[in-house]
């Protein structure tokens, strides 16, 4: 685990004080952070307001993945890339609202920066939890001019991942690859303050998250760990499972990170050429450096999420992730066909 830091130190404090793996965080990642979680704090404000401040309801436009955009996917977006501009480490970044990376200045520098600015979109008009989500890559070669590829890479390779949850309180978790701490936004101070370090995912639960209504559509190993799991105590798992689902990939995992638990989204026959809903490289390769460095799994059925080479910025996947012996058995079924 990295070196105990205070309980209550800023955001910004931590970050110096940091030392992933024993070294210290490099200046121009140590400024991107700030910079973005940051203005993760002004969306919390925004996200807070809600109609007060006309910005509930739909933007009345598509995004490339030809999804019906909400005002808050809109506004979210264009004050997280108005929030790094200035992070002269910063050379390019990816959105899931964008269809091509955009350079940042002349798209030279050391750091690529992903994110969902806006998850969990369908949840913004009735006040249920929804997040942002980052991911942030080296760039294979700071001098050159950005393209697409600089962000095609496994998402072992990422430097720093995390996501803030606009809920009852805002919370942001964030993995510098060298365990996962958890920071809590103070209203007075307006700083995010460190409340927890090391998190630690159980090995074993009795929770399962999933969107039931798709389960006619399921591939057969994960039907039945599900049927296994709602066959309860004397069924073959031998004990009663609990269900939850938020329609928030930012709330169900930070449920799954904070009390262990299942999460899945997984393929299903609807779309066969679709290997998922979720996206790989801002929404599943986060989550999964975040769930395996707090000792949990993250598997597409077969291999783990955090070993797949990318061949596109959107490029879809399907996702298991959380406690370690509920993930290891769903592989176990998928192994067995
Ligand atoms: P979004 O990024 O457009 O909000 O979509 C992703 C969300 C996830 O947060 C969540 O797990 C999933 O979509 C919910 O899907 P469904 O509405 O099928 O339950
Ligand atoms: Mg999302």
């Not at 798209?107 to 992903?114: E, F, H, N």
Request: charged share 20%; glycine share 10%.
């Amino acid at each position: 685990m990295a070196n105990p830091i205070q309980l209550k130190t800023p955001f910004r404090n931590y970050v110096e004080q940091a030392k992933p793996q024993g070294a210290a965080v490099p200046e121009g990642l140590q400024s991107l952070l700030i910079a973005l979680v940051g203005t993760c704090r002004t969306l919390s404000d925004e996200v807070a307001q809600g109609a007060l401040i006309g910005i509930l309801g739909s933007a009345g436009t598509g995004n490339v993945q030809g999804e019906v955009q909400q005002k808050l996917d809109v506004i979210a977006n264009d004050l997280l890339i108005e929030g790094v501009q200035g992070c002269a480490a910063l050379a390019g970044i990816a959105s899931e609202e964008i269809e091509e990376p955009l350079p940042v200045g002349k798209g030279v520098g050391d750091y690529l920066l992903l994110f969902d600015p806006l998850d969990g979109s369908s949840n913004i008009d009735v006040n249920v939890s929804i997040g942002t989500i980052f991911s942030i890559l080296q760039k294979p070669n700071p001098n050159t001019p950005l393209t697409t590829s600089d962000f095609l890479q496994e998402g072992r390779k990422q430097v720093a991942a995390g996501y803030v949850v606009y809920g009852p309180q805002t919370t942001l978790a964030i993995t510098l690859g060298d365990g996962v701490d958890l920071f809590t936004l103070d209203a007075v101070s307006g700083e995010f303050l460190l409340i927890k370090q090391g998190i630690a995912i159980s090995a074993s639960t009795k929770e399962f998250a999933i969107n039931m209504s798709n389960m006619r559509h399921w591939a057969a190993p994960v039907k039945r760990y599900v049927e296994e799991c709602l066959a309860g105590v004397s069924g073959p798992r031998q004990k009663d499972f609990n269900m939850r689902w938020i329609a928030s990939m930012v709330a169900d995992v930070h449920r799954v990170l904070s009390r262990g638990g299942i999460f899945m989204y997984p393929w299903d026959q609807r779309e066969p050429g679709k290997p998922g809903k979720l996206r790989l490289m801002y929404e599943a390769n986060p989550m999964s450096l975040l769930v395996e460095q707090a000792g949990g799994q993250s598997i597409n059925g077969v291999d783990a999420i955090l070993d797949l080479k990318p061949h596109g910025l959107h490029e879809r996947v399907s996702v298991m992730l959380g406690s370690a012996e509920e993930v290891s058995l769903l592989r176990a079924y998928h192994a067995q066909g």
